[in-house]
């Protein structure tokens, strides 16, 4: 399973983040095509601290100011399987920085169509509803007043020592109020994930991609993403990640940085 609900500028990243399910390699943004199994669950509950360093240049080309912002945010997620082959999810997320307040709820699904989830290659779907915050909260920049859908492709492979894991992501990106820079309102995203089995309890990997951008500052935005995952016990894990997303259109330094850790437990 994995968390999409972050903060809205990240959404595209996190394969056009806003909550999405099915036991991803956690704390990663991305999916795996596994599913829970009928009547099992999995709770997860993360934190994830972003900053935005911007640098203001003159017409000369000139440094004038280093601008930075930072901001935090609470996300939880439940899902359920339904059946072997199909999940359902709801997640939510709260942000407390800089503008505190209830983020978009996604509820969805995720449906295994195609190969074993347990080795080799296997094949997922998750379609998923963005469900509105008043216009209040858009107004502060907690998400979007308007319901939006996104539709996830998963490709999984499996082995004993490494993991695989591709991503095609589309999301909506509609605002119920008039933006000055009206942002794009079709997201795309793509990313390949390989994660190594070190042990029973320890995993690592690097997520690599790149996601439509929702301004006209450029075409396409490329992200990276480092995470290490720990099983302490049976059935519960702890994630740590870093997500690094360069402005590939300057040489001045301008970037994001996302760390979040978190916890999931599946019963």
């Not at 099915?22 to 990663?28: G, I, L, R, V």
């Not at 690097?206 to 075409?219: E, I, Q």
């Amino acid at each position: 399973m994995r968390f999409t609900v972050l903060p809205r500028r990240w959404a595209l990243l996190a394969c056009l983040v806003l909550p999405c399910s099915a036991n991803a390699f956690f704390p990663f943004d991305f999916d795996d095509a596994d599913t829970e199994g009928k009547g099992k669950s999995e709770i997860e509950m993360s934190f994830a601290y972003q900053k935005d360093r911007a640098i203001v240049l003159n017409d000369a080309g000139d440094e004038m100011e280093v601008t930075t912002d930072a901001s935090n945010t609470l996300l939880w997620s439940y899902t359920y399987g339904v059946t072997d082959n199909l999940d359902v999810f709801i997640n939510k997320a709260r942000q407390g920085n800089p503008y505190a307040g209830w983020q978009n709820t996604q509820v969805g699904a995720q449906w295994l169509f195609a190969g074993d989830q347990n080795r080799g290659w296997s094949f997922a779907l998750m379609p998923s509803l963005i469900l509105p915050v008043s216009q209040r909260s858009e107004a502060k920049g907690l998400g979007s007043a308007k319901t939006n859908f996104e539709l996830i492709w998963i490709s999984s492979y499996v082995s004993s020592d490494y993991e695989l894991h591709f991503n095609v992501g589309y999301s909506g990106n509609r605002y119920s109020r008039s933006i000055e820079d009206e942002p794009r309102r079709h997201l795309w995203s793509v990313s390949v994930a390989p994660i190594w089995v070190l042990n029973e309890q320890w995993s690592l990997g690097v997520s690599l991609g790149a996601a439509t951008n929702t301004d006209d500052t450029g075409k396409y935005t490329p992200f990276g993403q480092f995470g290490i995952s720990y099983t302490p016990i049976k059935d519960v894990q702890v994630g740590l990640g870093v997500m690094v997303s360069p402005n590939w259109r300057k040489t001045d330094g301008s970037r994001s940085t996302m760390m979040t850790a978190g916890l999931s437990y599946d019963f």
